[in-house]
């Protein structure tokens, strides 16, 4: 039976969520294209070599801009409570029974969410900083050379978990049935906030009484 839906992200969320979205895949198809010769095919995606090298850092400055204006949205609902542990110490389980109903009772986001909201924010800082440190055309110039070789190092380490972390968020989303919906249409069902998210439920089911 189909339950009534609650809104879980205004218009404004999601498109900021999904300009995000295409700024992280455009700057990692531009970067794995220049790291490494095996993937330069890559560049015919941003159209050509010389367009991926110019496109990449301004692509990388506007994902982290607007990943700011979700980080200003999302952080209160993100911050680390001590459940959190208990739910990620738990989280094997879900995993491997998939029986979320088990799971101690999370609020709007649950201890596996906020651990890659974290995740999301460390790296694209860690970008941010080394990408400016060796970007030729505005900076390196004034960054000794062994200080842009860490960087460099850091910038890729970075990037891989970053795109890790992408792949779990993403999988979560298709694989947690009605989520996707969430950030499409912005609305949920209530049996499904009910199931993932009951502490967000119990608030929501009080404002609406308000
Ligand atoms: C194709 C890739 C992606 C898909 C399918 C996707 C899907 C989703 C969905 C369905 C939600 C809502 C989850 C919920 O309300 O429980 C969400 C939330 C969110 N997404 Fe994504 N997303 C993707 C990529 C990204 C990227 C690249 C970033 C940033 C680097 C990002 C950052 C966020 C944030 C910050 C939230 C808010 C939830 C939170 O704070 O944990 N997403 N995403």
């Not at 070599?49 to 506007?62: C, D, E, M, T």
């Not at 607007?66 to 738990?90: C, P």
């Not at 969410?113 to 440190?133: A, D, E, R």
């Not at 900076?139 to 910038?155: D, E, M, N, T, Y």
Request: glycine content about 8%; some cysteine; overall charge positive.
């Amino acid at each position: 039976m189909k339950t009534p839906a609650l809104q879980r992200y205004n218009a404004g969320q999601r498109s900021n969520h999904w300009a995000v979205v295409t700024c992280f895949v455009l700057a990692a198809v531009s970067g794995l294209a220049l790291f490494h010769p095996a993937l330069f095919w890559l560049t015919a995606l941003v159209g050509g070599p010389q367009w991926a090298r110019i496109l990449h850092p301004y692509l990388g400055i506007a994902m982290f801009l607007l990943f700011l204006g979700m980080f200003f949205m999302f952080v209160g609902a993100n911050i680390w409570r001590k459940e959190d542990s208990e739910w990620l110490g738990q989280a094997g389980k879900l995993i491997s029974e998939g029986n979320g109903a088990k799971m101690p009772a999370a609020g709007r986001y649950n201890a596996g969410q906020k651990f890659v909201f974290w995740v999301f924010t460390l790296c694209l800082i860690v970008l941010l900083v080394t990408g400016l440190m060796f970007w030729q055309a505005w900076f390196a110039a004034s960054v000794a050379i062994p200080l842009q070789r860490v960087a460099v190092v850091l910038h890729a380490l970075a990037a891989f978990i970053l795109v890790l972390a992408v792949i779990v968020h993403a999988y979560a989303a298709i694989w947690v049935k009605g989520t996707i919906g969430a950030m499409v249409r912005g609305t949920v069902s209530a049996a499904w906030a009910k199931h993932h998210h009951p502490l967000w439920y119990r608030d929501q089911v009080q404002a609406s009484k308000k």
